[in-house]
């Protein structure tokens, strides 16, 4: 089978080629398309797939090309992981912002509205193609923002899931914490993507979490950069970007007085690539671990291996809410775990949500709408709705202010702007 990365000159990309030849008896890939614009970086990260693949003992064929109609025709699967812009992009993204007061990131708030506004036409464009030449392959959306990105696929009436590896990266913790096998290990993982809360932790079926919370709990709010007495008092475990609404004022003092994430990953880039070039470098680097990302090829293999082998197991995915959330319109996207089958992946009923929870998802999923609208149709006044709907910017004057900032930022990439 033909498994096919879009963005495929992404760092990122020895991750999934090191999941892809671990796990090969899930995923019997026999040839891995990378699709990149950027010939340089996809030469180089082709050359590192390739010899890893090597390596390992693995027969998968690499084609490198810049071509998505070659590289997705005839796919089983398409996996997006594309950054429009660059981490130049991503540097405006998480700047700007701060210079009204917002917080600065990549995918929360006024950054990550800039990035659906630049994101969700090119994901659709390309979606369009596989609907072309691959039409009855499945389309993973590791692209952010997940959760609006996958609602446009959706919409569009693509086939598609959408990915994050948080909720993994929680499995795999917890499970180490705990001392067992991953898989004895499930989630209660709800919300939207980038905004949940681990409600139970299950080993074996038992719910564990307060147990974790009570010997781990100090050593997990710092990790997540909030406070140990809000864990104890949530009872939860509130994913890391949380602290971008729970720490907001903390947050945007932080961000202010050191480099932003984008200028780090830049400079962790540019050494990957060196190391990428380096004809004897045959495994995954040590340093991709710092570049985020972790598990993402776990996720992104058993995803794919359930779709195509029809598994009905469960994983934590984004999917249509239809009814999961009452609060929540059908149609909105979720982060919930599901039951995944050649159909698609069915979410799975979910406990009550506090209103603590359940107002904050409802907030920011009625933003998601709005964002989407603006990233679809354009207008400077649909930016500025969002920006308003928005639980991290909320005000007039700043969500006016954004807007302008934001929009003349990223006039290169959005051509409703010109004119």
Not at 383 to 403: I, K, M, N, S
């Amino acid at each position: 089978m033909r498994l096919a990365v879009v963005g495929g000159g992404s760092t990122y990309t020895p991750e999934l080629v090191d999941g892809i030849a671990r796990l090969r008896d899930e995923l019997p890939v026999t040839e891995l398309a990378l699709i990149d614009p950027d010939a340089g970086r996809l030469e180089l990260v082709a050359g590192m797939s390739r010899r890893m693949l090597a390596h390992a003992g693995h027969p998968a064929r690499v084609l490198a090309t810049s071509s998505v109609a070659e590289g997705v025709a005839g796919a089983a699967a398409v996996l997006i992981q594309l950054r429009v812009g660059g981490q130049a992009a991503r540097e405006v993204d998480e700047t700007l912002p701060l210079r009204c007061g917002c917080v600065g990131q990549e995918t929360a708030g006024a950054g990550g509205l800039a990035k659906a506004l630049r994101t969700v036409p090119v994901v659709l464009e390309i979606a369009s193609t596989v609907r072309e030449v691959a039409p009855e392959a499945w389309i993973v959306d590791f692209t952010n923002p997940v959760g609006i990105v996958t609602r446009a696929l959706l919409d569009a009436g693509h086939r598609a899931i959408g990915l994050c590896n948080v909720a993994i990266g929680f499995q795999r913790r917890f499970a180490a914490a705990l001392g067992v096998d991953p898989a004895r290990v499930s989630l209660g993982h709800v919300g939207l993507n980038h905004l949940t809360w681990e409600r139970a932790v299950h080993l074996d079926g038992e719910d564990v979490l307060p147990a974790l919370l009570r010997e781990h709990g100090e050593e997990i709010a710092g990790s997540l950069g909030l406070r140990p007495e809000l864990l104890r008092r949530l009872g939860t475990i509130p994913s890391y970007y949380l602290r971008y609404f729970y720490a907001h004022d903390a947050v945007v003092r932080e961000q202010r007085s050191k480099p932003s994430r984008a200028a780090e990953v830049a400079a962790m880039e540019a050494r990957l690539l060196e190391l990428y070039a380096d004809p004897g470098v045959v495994t995954k680097p040590e340093l991709l671990a710092q570049r985020g990302g972790a598990f993402y090829s776990e996720a992104a293999v058993a995803l794919v291996a359930s779709l195509l082998g029809d598994r009905g197991d469960t994983q934590v995915v984004n999917v249509r809410n239809a009814g999961t959330l009452p609060f929540l319109g059908d149609e909105a996207v979720i982060e919930v775990p599901a039951a995944v089958t050649a159909t698609g992946a069915a979410p799975l009923p979910v406990p009550p949500v506090e209103p603590l929870y359940a107002g904050l998802i409802a907030h920011v999923s009625a933003y998601e709408t709005l964002a989407l609208e603006a990233a679809l149709h354009g207008g400077a006044d649909r930016v500025r709705d969002a920006l308003l709907a928005h639980p991290l910017v909320g005000q007039d004057e700043t969500a006016e202010e954004l807007a302008g900032l934001l929009l003349e930022a990223n006039r290169a990439h959005l051509p409703w702007t010109v004119g």
